[in-house]
């Protein structure tokens, strides 16, 4: 496999630069938004028990796999897989993750729009109907749009004078509100129980549809199978350690996802409301209980900033991955790729943003998919694109690396700046020799049986996620 440099690319700035810009692309609204309703639907502190094992078995071997590809090859996806010449057919996973990326972002960008608008309404104590407000076009395409413009003018800064500057600052002002309102929702009265809720498994109500989703919830959240961490693999210096920083992004990804539980559940319960509301949590149930809680207005304020924060780091890198696409592949420059993509994902956006009541066209529209209906543009688009396209794409990463072009280069690459990964531990095998066995055996299995449940094949199609 041929080593490209990434000079004239751009590269990131150092090691923290990159830690914080990846963190930040795994850390949006999948972790404070998506996973406490899932928790909520799926048991409690049951599901997080799985969703932690999913991270580190499967999430973080698939995690090295695409940083070090990104790195050895230099390239963005597509680059990556046609410098081995492996044939066309290996070329769907890079294109199917650069659509990921571009569709995810165009509807991401709708629900983000949403936590602006809660700010809003936050700050001057408006009393707000989710529903009605979702299905209002003139409140939400603005918003939408805004929060692209956000996005589009981060990247157009580059990767260390834009990506990373921009991560710099909001990863640690993220984490920061995050500290403040758990502190204030563990202190109320009646919160342990909804600690208690969500730390403590009852691992009678573990079933496979409870693995499933926590399965999902980890490639969503981790952002493998998007193309975005070969993306950000293929700026990262050949002195830099991959282990210690993939390590990084997978524990801030973990961490925040359990903060935002820590955040959620004692509050919902502190004032009596049903922990397993469905994506309606954080939009419908929570601003009810800020409006209950002293300081309710300041902390309410402060919740949907950092969702949009959230929001904004992982769009960053959403919007970065057809950028370099278009920049490697194409010869384009960063301005004209950067705005090309941004305008073209506005576009894709607006029928998201009338799918909630806002078109009848597309709220109504539905898709019968091997038994199983998806009603309403946005869901129809999550649904194939960010839940089982993303399951393809890893599936197909992990066979590429373990079967076509063989595990052992890839781990070399690993290697280079972690002295440790190939050393022997006291159970006489190195985590070299362990990450090629997960990436040939384990990780393709398990997803296959993901895929193979969306499918229908082990019942419902779609179940657990």
């Known amino acids: 496999m041929a080593n490209v440099s990434s000079d004239a690319r751009g590269q990131w700035g150092s090691t923290f630069g990159f830690v914080m810009a990846a963190a930040g692309?795994?850390?949006?609204?999948?972790?404070?938004?998506r996973f406490p309703y899932l928790t909520g639907q799926n048991g409690g502190g049951a599901f997080v028990f799985v969703y932690v094992l999913c991270v580190v078995l499967i999430g973080m071997p698939l995690l090295f796999n695409e940083i070090a590809l990104g790195r050895k090859t230099g390239q963005s996806p597509v680059g990556a897989f046609q410098i081995n010449k492996t044939g066309k057919f290996w070329l769907i996973a890079p294109i199917l993750s650069i659509l990921i990326s571009f569709v995810v972002l165009s509807y991401y960008s709708v629900i983000a729009g949403w936590t602006i608008g809660y700010i809003y309404t936050s700050i001057t104590s408006t009393t707000v109907v989710f529903s009605e407000f979702i299905a209002t076009p003139e409140y939400v395409i603005p918003l939408t749009a805004f929060f692209l413009v956000a996005t589009v003018l981060i990247v157009l800064g580059g990767i260390a004078g834009g990506i990373e500057k921009a991560a710099k600052i909001l990863m640690p002002m993220l984490l920061g509100i995050l500290v403040l309102i758990i502190i204030r929702s563990v202190t109320l009265p009646g919160a342990t129980e909804g600690i208690v809720y969500f730390l403590k498994p009852d691992f009678s109500k573990?079933?496979?549809?409870?693995?499933?989703?926590?399965?999902?919830?980890?490639?969503?959240?981790?952002?493998?199978?998007?193309?975005?961490?070969?993306?950000?693999?293929?700026?990262?210096?050949?002195?830099?350690?991959?282990?210690?920083?993939?390590?990084?992004?997978?524990?801030?990804?973990?961490?925040?996802?359990?903060?935002?539980?820590?955040?959620?559940?004692?509050?919902?319960?502190?004032?009596?409301?049903?922990?397993?509301?469905?994506?309606?949590?954080?939009?419908?149930?929570?601003?009810?209980?800020?409006?209950?809680?002293?300081?309710?207005?300041?902390?309410?304020?402060?919740?949907?900033?950092?969702l949009c924060i959230a929001a904004l780091t992982s769009s960053i890198s959403m919007l970065e991955v057809p950028v370099s696409y278009f920049i490697d592949n194409k010869k384009w420059n960063r301005k004209k790729a950067a705005v090309i993509v941004a305008v073209a994902a506005l576009a894709l956006s607006i029928p998201a943003a009338l799918s909630n009541g806002g078109s009848k066209l597309f709220t109504e529209m539905s898709i019968n998919f091997m038994g199983s209906t998806k009603t309403g543009f946005l869901d129809i688009m999550d649904f194939f694109f960010g839940t089982l396209s993303i399951v393809i794409v890893c599936l197909m990463m992990a066979v590429y690396t373990g079967w076509i072009i063989k595990p052992k280069q890839i781990a070399d690459e690993i290697a280079v700046g972690s002295e440790g990964f190939t050393k022997k531990t006291a159970l006489g095998f190195s985590f070299y020799q362990l990450w090629i066995f997960f990436i040939k055996y384990i990780c393709p299995i398990i997803m296959l049986l993901v895929l193979l449940n969306m499918l229908g094949v082990f019942g419902t199609p779609g179940q657990g996620h």
Not at 25 to 33: D, E, K, Q, R, T
Not at 249 to 258: E, P, Q, T
């Open 206 to 306: 573990i079933d496979s549809f409870v693995i499933l989703a926590a399965l999902g919830q980890a490639f969503f959240s981790m952002s493998v199978g998007w193309g975005i961490m070969v993306t950000y693999g293929s700026y990262f210096p050949k002195t830099n350690n991959i282990v210690t920083s993939s390590l990084w992004v997978g524990s801030m990804d973990s961490i925040v996802a359990l903060m935002g539980g820590l955040m959620v559940f004692p509050a919902v319960f502190a004032f009596g409301k049903s922990p397993s509301a469905g994506p309606t949590l954080v939009f419908q149930v929570l601003p009810e209980v800020f409006t209950m809680m002293p300081g309710g207005t300041i902390v309410g304020a402060l919740f949907f900033l950092l």
């Open 25 to 33: 692309s795994a850390v949006g609204l999948g972790n404070i938004w």
